[in-house]
């Protein structure tokens, strides 16, 4: 009985095998082989376009770590045409099978890539299949124009043992564009292939696999392109202590496909050995410019241990007391280099200060620290090395209170930016006592939702931080005029106050407000950069005779204002925008949102014709059809916009005609625009039809949830698109 009842479903195994695998064959014969893509994009930087693009197309300068000679052995040929390739060679009876390509191929010296060139890939010597052919790659397509994008098209033209692919089926392309103006490099790498299995596609993972595999691939060639740079002179980094105690190395394992899975990984040694050092000419940039490579010390071996990670920095001093010794000299570690240190970097930098104070005694007081979760041990840790924090992001958790605080400003004296928050709600009577330990020399200071953040706390601030040039308050309830008064002492650049208590009257008033601008521009000061005033809870600032006052008194920060925030500031007239307009030549980016009916269509036209915007975002200022017609007459520079809240003024437009405005030519450099709460799902659906019917070119549509859009078109002779995005499309007949 038990035999007849594993004989049955074995033959039901058997049978959905079976099944299956005539299945996948029928679905071959009828639609053909299944393909295999994949797609990657990187930006490099490090190097220049020709050593990033020698790294693909000329095989001579590959080091023994490029990904490719790291998962086969290379040979360089000069592949026949297909009329020659008819008779292929036919293995002796003694040869093993796929020891050599079956097509006749004439071997030349590794160099450059051509056109009719390819190369022949073999199994490493260390491998399971030593020294059998794996494929053979030719290259179909080279361009490299004095202007314009590199292009290599690699195909291959025989397969061998262990190779997934169908013959001939394989094709890869590669593309690098001109530097941007940043300095990146942007290269692209797309490639297709196809298998006659789709179970055998799903089974082994092919898709996943080969866009894994790209990605690294592109990875590593920046590592290389650096090294390569690095012989060359550009940065000096020792490759004899790459290829030694501590080393950096590509270690690429093939695959079931025979692709490489490359990844980097650092391996200490245990022999002592003799660095040689030497001095390095470094260019002298701007600090804002440096990039890390920029900032290594004069040693070879200095630089090369200072661009590494921090795990791995650690690891490399604890080899021994010459690594050690090196470490001490370090003066920057890019790891922890303000303001653009990594998140995770960020997070483990409290952590990290007693290791980093005692094994890099030189290093500066430039490090960022992110502290979310408050413990004992930091008490120690800012002991230790709090004099290395320049940049402090504190986020107010359990057990945090007004002595944390106070430590944690009396141990970090070099600080230039706080950053205090309490997002989660947890502070009890966070009154601000502690901030009169602030550093003297600190520069910006940010504090949101400190629901209990007295004025007294505000004025001893302001004496404690006098050098003070950039104060954020965002939902400090419990500050009043006389406090926020108090900040008409700094000379600040920066100034931005969001106020969300609900209180009988705003916070602060406008004789407050002009007396604030007013000090903030008398003396050295060069006035502000920014200012942002938004009332998002309680009644809203009026301003007198229709905003002229606070238009002079902001229009004398008119050389040097580039962004200006105004939510929730009524009575703001046309005169007085005018004015601002006029006075204001360098702003860039401005927001209104509800300014009150004294700004008509015409004024806010009027004054955005005069400016030279790069952004502007309006909610419900004037009429749909007149804030509108004020951003297309923004001028030539504008690159994005916003509109807020229009939905009832826009009920009898047509977004389709919208669309067409926008795609007419009078704004050139835009490249995104909002429109949210404006269009009503109705109206979006009518214009996806209309444009359908239309037969607009190159307009894609996605829709991302019931209330949200995006629309794209490319941008004629550029590689970049217009996007503009619906948001908030609610149904007319839920809006009433």
Known sequence: MVFKFCLFWWCVFVFAVMAVYIADHLLYRKFGAAKVVWKAEHFFKGASREEFWAQFADPSRWSPEHPVFQTADVSMIRCESKELQEEDAAPSQDEAPFANPRKKCETVKLGALKVGLGMVLRHKADSANAGSFFCTRECTELEEPLEGSFRLVMQTVEAGLGYPFMEDSEISEVEIFPPS????????????????????RWWSGLQKDSQEAAIAFLQSIENEAFLAAAEKGMLEVA?????????????????????????????????EGHWETERLSLLKQTRSKMESSDLLPSSSLGQTLAALCFADLLQATSCSRKWLQLGGELTQLPAFLAPATPAPEMKRAVQSLPVLAVRFPQL????????????????????????????????????????????????????????????????????????????????ELRLCLLRDLQDRSLKVAVKSAPNLRSIHLEGVDELTDHGIGELGVLMLRKLSLVFTALTASPQMSEATLLRILNRSCQGLSEGLEVFQLSQHAGP?????????????????????????????????????????????????????????????????????????????????????????????????????????????????????????????????????????????????????????????????????????????????????????????????????
């Open 181 to 200: 103006a940043d300095g990146t490099i942007r290269c692209k790498m797309i490639g297709v292939a196809e298998v006659t299995s789709r179970i055998f």
């Open 239 to 271: 490759r004899r202590h790459l290829q030694g105690r501590h080393r950096r190395m590509i270690v690429s394992s093939v695959d079931g496909h025979g692709r490489g899975a490359v990844h980097l990984a650092a391996r200490a040694g245990h022999s």
């Open 364 to 443: 500066r007081p430039e490090v960022s620290a992110v502290l979310t979760d408050w413990k004992p041990s930091h008490f120690r840790a800012l002991d230790w090395g709090g004099h290395l924090l320049r940049r402090m992001e504190v986020q107010l958790s359990e057990g945090v209170g007004e002595h944390e605080l106070s430590h944690i400003l009396k141990h970090c004296p070099n600080l230039l930016y706080f950053q205090l928050s309490d997002y989660d709600l947890v502070a009890q009577n966070v009154s601000g006592n502690f901030l009169r330990d602030l550093p003297k020399d600190l520069v």
């Open 540 to 736: 809203p600032l009026v301003l007198s005779a229709e905003g002229v006052n606070f238009a002079k008194s902001l229009g004398a920060h008119g050389r040097s204002l580039r962004i200006l925030t105004l939510s929730g500031v009524v009575e703001l007239g046309d005169t007085a925008f005018q004015l601002l307009a006029a006075s204001c030549s360098q702003l860039r980016e401005l927001s209104l949102y509800r300014p009150g009916h004294q700004l008509s269509s015409a004024g806010l036209q009027e004054g955005l014709r005069q400016l030279s915007l790069e952004h502007v975002s309006l909610g419900c200022v004037a009429d749909f059809a007149g804030a509108f017609q004020a951003i297309r007459v923004a001028g030539p520079g504008l690159e994005s916009f916003e509109m807020i809240r229009y939905f009832r003024t826009a009920a009898d437009e047509s977004v389709h005609s919208v669309l067409q405005q926008i795609r007419s030519g009078c704004l050139p450099s835009l490249r995104s625009a909002t429109f949210r709460g404006t269009f009503s799902s109705e109206q979006v659906a009518a214009c996806h039809q209309s444009t359908a019917d239309d037969l607009w070119d190159n307009l894609s549509w996605e829709q991302h949830d019931d209330q949200t859009f995006s629309i794209k078109w490319p941008i004629a002779c550029l590689d970049e698109c217009v996007t503009v995005d619906l948001q908030r499309c609610f149904r007319e007949s839920d809006f009433g």
